[in-house]
Nanobody, 118 residues
Framework: QVQLVESGGGLVQPGGSLRPSCAAS????????MGWYRQVPGKQRELVAT???????NYADSVKGRFTISRDNAKNTVYLQMNSLKPEDTAVYYC????????????WGKGTLVTVSS
């Protein structure tokens, strides 16, 4: 059974940094694209960043220059380095991945809360 588990969220002051991670586990044959999304109550989930199996990246305009997505294929893990955090970055952050396994589909983690506040 494939699952994604996020960790590394928390409370940080404006201007601070966090580096959440998301690890995939189970009977995985291959992981294609991986990504981070975020959601605040009452709003739709929005794209933050994606990374392909070849490490091509894509970012939302709101995080360009502040966030960096990366992956460690040996560990089936994706990271999101978040710098210069703003209060408007407060959200639940979810990772997803297109995983080739017994059931091939896009898998989602359960989310990790990031709160930016003084």
């Amino acid at each position: 059974q494939v699952q994604l588990v996020e960790s590394g969220g928390g409370l940080v002051q404006p201007g601070g940094s966090l580096r959440p991670s998301c690890a995939a586990s189970g009977s995985i044959r291959r992981i294609n694209d991986m990504g981070w999304y975020r959601q605040v109550p009452g709003k739709q989930r929005e794209l933050v960043a994606t990374i392909s199996s070849g490490s091509s990246t894509n970012y939302a305009d709101s995080v360009k220059g502040r966030f960096t997505i990366s992956r460690d294929n040996a560990k089936n893990t994706v990271y999101l380095q978040m710098n210069s955090l703003k209060p408007e970055d407060t959200a639940v952050y979810y990772c997803n991945a297109y995983i080739v396994a017994e059931v091939t589909e896009v898998y989602w983690g359960k989310g990790t809360l990031v709160t930016v506040s003084s």
